[in-house]
T-cell receptor
Framework: EAGVAQSPRYKIIEKRQSVAFWCNPI?????LYWYQQILGQGPKLLIQ????????DSQLPKDRFSAERLKGVDSTLKIQPAKLEDSAVYLC?????????????FGPGTRLTVL | AQKVTQAQTEISVVEKEDVTLDCVYE???????LFWYKQPPSGELVFLIR??????QNEISGRYSWNFQKSTSSFNFTITASQVVDSAVYFC??????????????FGRGTQLTVWP
């Protein structure tokens, strides 16, 4: 079974530029999550989708971050404009059914560096 | 509020030593779930174990074992006879059972384990 796919793996941009990350969850997984992991810290949830609906986006900085999951499968996370403090690894995860307690499986992440 | 504390930032051991990674959690939920993940240098978080709050049985899987104690709000992870391939950052995480915390994983800051040959 294929795991969670993410692209690109690495991205370097200048501040104020925009960037987009893509995630394809494990086949059949209804729930998709985006996490931000700053160096030396644990991942922090940005947004959670159940199929193509948003369940939790309370920690998403909505003035610059946006995410969508249009057909309930793959998802895109966008940052516009980027700030220096957005440098982090962006992890996508998916789980089979409905939380709570559903095991989340993570992709390899996208490492973003903002100069 | 949900909180996970991993007080050990870094641990170094020599191969074949046993090592225990500590995890202390805080939650007001009566139903909750605890997880351990491994993050090798490649960056991907690898799922190791899931435990719900009603199951306090300790678990062993090969060289890995977990000790869940609700009385002390701890969920510690022991690696027996450590190997170089165990070198990674290990995260403990908590998921609540109701309301706005549904689904969200709260992670500790992680423990960097280095196993020397």
């Amino acid at each position: 079974e294929a795991g969670v796919a993410q692209s690109p793996r690495y991205k370097i941009i200048e501040k104020r530029q925009s960037v987009a990350f893509w995630c394809n969850p494990i086949s059949g997984h209804a729930t998709l999550y985006w996490y931000q992991q700053i160096l030396g810290q644990g991942p922090k949830l940005l947004i959670q989708f159940q199929n193509n609906g948003v369940v939790d986006d309370s920690q998403l900085p909505k003035d610059r971050f946006s995410a969508e999951r249009l057909k309930g499968v793959d998802s895109t996370l966008k940052i516009q404009p980027a700030k220096l403090e957005d440098s982090a690894v962006y992890l996508c995860a998916s789980s089979l059914g409905s939380p709570p307690g559903d095991t989340q499986y993570f992709g390899p992440g996208t490492r973003l560096t903002v100069l | 509020a949900q909180k996970v504390t991993q007080a050990q930032t870094e641990i170094s051991v020599v191969e074949k030593e046993d090592v225990t990674l500590d995890c202390v959690y805080e939650t007001r939920d009566t139903t909750y779930y605890l997880f351990w993940y491994k993050q090798p240098p490649s960056g991907e978080l690898v799922f190791l174990i899931r435990r719900n709050s009603f199951d306090e049985q300790n678990e062993i899987s090969g060289r890995y074992s977990w000790n869940f104690q609700k009385s002390t709000s701890s969920f510690n992870f022991t690696i027996t006879a450590s190997q170089v391939v165990d070198s990674a950052v290990y995260f403990c995480a908590l998921s609540g059972g109701r309301g706005s915390t549904l689904g969200r994983l709260y992670f500790g800051r992680g423990t960097q384990l280095t196993v020397w040959p």
